[in-house]
């Protein structure tokens, strides 16, 4: 999934990977640090994704069984 200056990655096992502007914290690494490379984001460890989506100045995660996780700006709703 792409969204404003953000890439986000998950692979067959479930794992997502996030690179971009990490502006805040829309990356998901509980952090405002830009990545150069597809870094695993450590929060969703453990969790099978199936879904992610990534919007302005927020991304999305959706795990197996229903689960969903946002990162990024609240303002607006956006976070839920």
Partial sequence: ATGYEVALVVDEAGVVRSHGRGEEGRLGHGDRENKAELTVIAALQGKRVVQVS????????????GEAYSFGASSSGRLG
């Fill in 54 to 65: 990534a919007g302005f100045r927020h991304s999305l995660a959706l795990v197996d069984g």
